[in-house]
C-alpha cells in the first residue's frame, strides 16, 4: 500500500519537477534500492524546432566495487512521432570522496517528425550483480518533447531571401515586358496608352528608387517589394490588393479578363 501511494505522488510531482527545468531540458532518474547504481534520462531541450536534431541522453552511474555489477547496454528508446537518426556511448571510471566510481553514457539523436507533442517512452535499464546472480533493473519515466514551427539557419535565411527577391524581381520585369508588348499591339486609344506607360514608368522609377540589393536587411527588402509590386496591379488592373492573398488577387485579376499568359 505505502509503495502505490509512493508511486501516485511521484505521478503528480514529475510535471511539476519537468516545468521547473531551468535549463530548458527535462530529466528524470530513479536509482536501485541498495542505493549504488543510479540512472538518469534527459533531453538536451523541452521545446524542438521540427527540423532540428536534439539529444537524448541516458546515464548510468555507480559507486563502490565497480567489479560488482554487470549493466546490460539498453534498447532503442520507443518513440513517438521522432525517429531515431543516431547514437553513441562512453564510459568513465574516476575516484571522488574517497570512492571509486563508473559511468556509462548513452546518447540517441533524434529528430522531430511533425509539429506537435513528441515523446519517448520510459526506459528499463537491467543489470546483474555478480555477487548474488541476480538480476535487477531500474525503469525511468516517459518524457515528451514539444515539437515547434521549423527555423532557417542564417545561411539557409539568407539565401531563401536573395531567391525570393531575385524571383520576384523577374516576375514584375516579366510583367512590365509583356503588358508593353501587349499596349503597343492592341491599345487602340491614346489617352489609355499614356495612362498606361506613366504607371509602369512610376513604378519602374519607384523600384530603382526603394530595391537595393547590397542592403543587409533582406526581410524590409522583399516587404518593400511586395508592396510596390500589389500596388502596380492594384493601378494597372483597378484592383483591390490591400490585405489580399495571392489567389484573391488572382480571383481579381481573372475578374478584369486579364489574358492567362500574364498570369
Known amino acids: 500500500m505505502l509503495k502505490n501511494i509512493r508511486r501516485l505522488i511521484l505521478i503528480f510531482l514529475l510535471p511539476a519537477e519537468l516545468l521547473s527545468q531551468t535549463n530548458d531540458s527535462l530529466s528524470t532518474s530513479s536509482g536501485a534500492l541498495d542505493g549504488f547504481i543510479k540512472t538518469e ?20 552511474d555507480w559507486y563502490g566495487d565497480l567489479e560488482r555489477y554487470q ?21 568513465h571510471v574516476g575516484e571522488t570522496g574517497g570512492k571509486k566510481f563508473a559511468e556509462k553514457i548513452y546518447t540517441f539523436t533524434l529528430k522531430p517528425i511533425e509539429m506537435g507533442m513528441a515523446y519517448i517512452d520510459g526506459m528499463v535499464i ?15 519515466n516517459r518524457l515528451q518533447v514539444e515539437v515547434v514551427e521549423p527555423v532557417l539557419d542564417d545561411k539557409q535565411d539568407m539565401w531563401t531571401l536573395i531567391l525570393g527577391l531575385v524571383l520576384s524581381c523577374a516576375i514584375i520585369i516579366a510583367v512590365v515586358f509583356v ?32 530595391i537595393d540589393m547590397k542592403t543587409p536587411n533582406k526581410v524590409v527588402l522583399f516587404s518593400v517589394l511586395s508592396k510596390l509590386f500589389k500596388g502596380y496591379l492594384s493601378e494597372r488592373y483597378q484592383i483591390e490588393t490591400t490585405g489580399k492573398s495571392t489567389p484573391e488577387i488572382m ?12 498570369l
Do not use: C
Open 71 to 91: 549493466i546490460e547496454n539498453p534498447e532503442n528508446p520507443v518513440l513517438t512521432n521522432l525517429e531515431l537518426v543516431g547514437n553513441a556511448s562512453s564510459n
Open 251 to 262: 480571383e481579381a485579376l481573372n475578374g478584369q479578363a486579364v489574358s492567362d499568359k500574364i
Open 41 to 60: 534520462v534527459k533531453v538536451s531541450s523541452s521545446k524542438v524546432p521540427q527540423n532540428a536534431e536534439f539529444s537524448f541522453t541516458i546515464k548510468i
Open 126 to 140: 537491467q543489470y546483474k550483480d555478480l555477487q548474488t546472480g541476480e538480476m535487477q533493473k531500474l525503469e525511468t
Open 179 to 210: 503588358v508593353r508588348r501587349r499596349k503597343i499591339k492592341r491599345v487602340q486609344n491614346s489617352k489609355i496608352e499614356v495612362e498606361f506607360t506613366l504607371i509602369e514608368d512610376k513604378y519602374h522609377t519607384e523600384l530603382q528608387r526603394k
